[in-house]
Protein backbone atom coordinates (compact mmCIF):
# COMPACT_ATOMS: atom_id res chain seq x y z
CA UNK A 1 0.00 0.00 0.00
CA UNK A 2 1.36 3.71 -1.18
CA UNK A 3 1.30 5.81 1.53
CA UNK A 4 2.90 9.62 1.11
CA UNK A 5 3.32 11.60 4.07
CA UNK A 6 3.98 15.53 4.38
CA UNK A 7 5.83 17.67 7.31
CA UNK A 8 7.51 20.32 7.78
CA UNK A 9 4.82 22.75 7.64
CA UNK A 10 4.06 25.53 10.28
CA UNK A 11 3.52 29.15 10.90
CA UNK A 12 7.06 31.79 9.69
CA UNK A 13 7.31 35.32 9.22
CA UNK A 14 6.81 36.81 5.89
CA UNK A 15 10.85 36.18 4.66
CA UNK A 16 11.75 33.41 6.10
CA UNK A 17 11.77 29.83 5.13
CA UNK A 18 10.32 26.26 5.48
CA UNK A 19 11.62 23.15 4.25
CA UNK A 20 8.68 20.68 3.48
CA UNK A 21 9.17 16.90 2.88
CA UNK A 22 7.31 14.19 1.84
CA UNK A 23 8.20 10.83 2.66
CA UNK A 24 6.95 7.62 0.44
CA UNK A 25 5.87 4.48 1.40
CA UNK A 26 4.98 1.37 -1.09
CA UNK A 27 7.06 2.90 -4.02
CA UNK A 28 10.17 4.52 -4.87
CA UNK A 29 10.40 8.21 -6.10
CA UNK A 30 13.45 7.04 -8.26
CA UNK A 31 10.68 4.87 -10.12
CA UNK A 32 7.82 7.50 -9.88
CA UNK A 33 7.53 11.46 -10.43
CA UNK A 34 6.51 13.12 -7.73
CA UNK A 35 5.59 16.77 -7.12
CA UNK A 36 3.63 19.41 -4.87
CA UNK A 37 0.59 20.98 -5.21
CA UNK A 38 -1.17 23.63 -2.88
CA UNK A 39 -4.30 25.10 -2.35
CA UNK A 40 -4.99 28.19 -0.20
CA UNK A 41 -8.09 28.94 1.51
CA UNK A 42 -11.19 29.57 -0.71
CA UNK A 43 -8.80 29.02 -4.33
CA UNK A 44 -8.54 26.39 -6.10
CA UNK A 45 -5.20 23.61 -6.06
CA UNK A 46 -2.63 25.00 -7.98
CA UNK A 47 0.83 23.32 -9.48
CA UNK A 48 3.82 24.27 -6.96
CA UNK A 49 6.46 21.78 -8.38
CA UNK A 50 7.52 18.39 -10.03
CA UNK A 51 10.20 16.16 -10.51
CA UNK A 52 10.50 13.06 -12.86
CA UNK A 53 11.02 9.69 -12.02
CA UNK A 54 15.08 10.23 -13.28
CA UNK A 55 15.48 13.43 -12.09
CA UNK A 56 16.73 14.61 -15.04
CA UNK A 57 14.17 17.06 -15.41
CA UNK A 58 12.17 19.37 -12.56
CA UNK A 59 9.82 22.18 -13.09
CA UNK A 60 8.74 25.33 -10.94
CA UNK A 61 5.28 27.08 -11.63
CA UNK A 62 6.74 30.08 -13.27
CA UNK A 63 5.54 32.34 -10.21
CA UNK A 64 7.73 30.89 -7.81
CA UNK A 65 10.39 30.29 -9.33
CA UNK A 66 13.59 31.60 -8.01
CA UNK A 67 12.38 31.37 -4.20
CA UNK A 68 10.93 27.29 -4.32
CA UNK A 69 13.60 24.95 -5.11
CA UNK A 70 12.54 21.05 -5.39
CA UNK A 71 15.49 18.17 -4.31
CA UNK A 72 14.71 14.34 -4.20
CA UNK A 73 16.95 12.06 -1.50
CA UNK A 74 16.82 8.41 -2.92
CA UNK A 75 17.98 7.18 -0.01
CA UNK A 76 15.25 8.62 2.15
CA UNK A 77 13.24 8.21 -0.24
CA UNK A 78 11.99 11.84 0.03
CA UNK A 79 11.13 14.90 -2.13
CA UNK A 80 11.55 18.32 -0.45
CA UNK A 81 10.20 21.76 -1.24
CA UNK A 82 12.84 24.27 -0.39
CA UNK A 83 11.05 27.20 0.10
CA UNK A 84 12.42 30.88 0.78
CA UNK A 85 11.42 34.43 0.97
CA UNK A 86 8.09 33.49 2.06
CA UNK A 87 5.28 35.78 1.28
CA UNK A 88 1.48 35.53 3.02
CA UNK A 89 0.28 34.72 -0.43
CA UNK A 90 2.33 31.39 -0.22
CA UNK A 91 -0.06 30.54 2.75
CA UNK A 92 -1.80 27.38 2.03
CA UNK A 93 -2.33 23.44 2.63
CA UNK A 94 0.74 21.68 0.89
CA UNK A 95 0.18 18.12 -0.92
CA UNK A 96 2.74 15.54 -2.16
CA UNK A 97 1.51 13.49 -5.21
CA UNK A 98 3.12 11.02 -6.82
CA UNK A 99 2.56 9.09 -10.22
CA UNK A 100 4.55 6.85 -12.66
CA UNK A 101 3.67 9.54 -15.30
CA UNK A 102 5.50 13.39 -14.64
CA UNK A 103 2.27 14.45 -16.57
CA UNK A 104 0.00 12.84 -14.33
CA UNK A 105 2.19 14.75 -11.54
CA UNK A 106 2.06 18.15 -13.30
CA UNK A 107 -1.65 18.28 -13.62
CA UNK A 108 -2.55 16.94 -10.88
CA UNK A 109 -4.00 13.60 -11.91
CA UNK A 110 -1.43 11.64 -10.00
CA UNK A 111 -2.33 8.40 -8.58
CA UNK A 112 -0.84 9.08 -4.77
CA UNK A 113 -1.58 12.00 -2.76
CA UNK A 114 -0.43 12.77 0.69
CA UNK A 115 -2.72 14.48 3.73
CA UNK A 116 -1.32 17.74 3.33
CA UNK A 117 0.18 19.55 5.62
CA UNK A 118 -0.20 23.40 6.32
CA UNK A 119 2.09 26.69 6.13
CA UNK A 120 0.99 29.97 7.20
CA UNK A 121 3.30 32.84 6.63
CA UNK A 122 2.53 36.18 8.37
CA UNK A 123 3.03 39.67 7.45
Known amino acids: QVELVESGGGLVQAGGSLRLSCAAS????????AGWFRQAPGKEREFVAAITWSGARTKVADALKGRFTLFRNDARNTVDLQMNNLKPEDTAVYYCNSDEEFTRVLTGASSFWGQGTSVTVQS
Open 26 to 33: GLQFSHHA
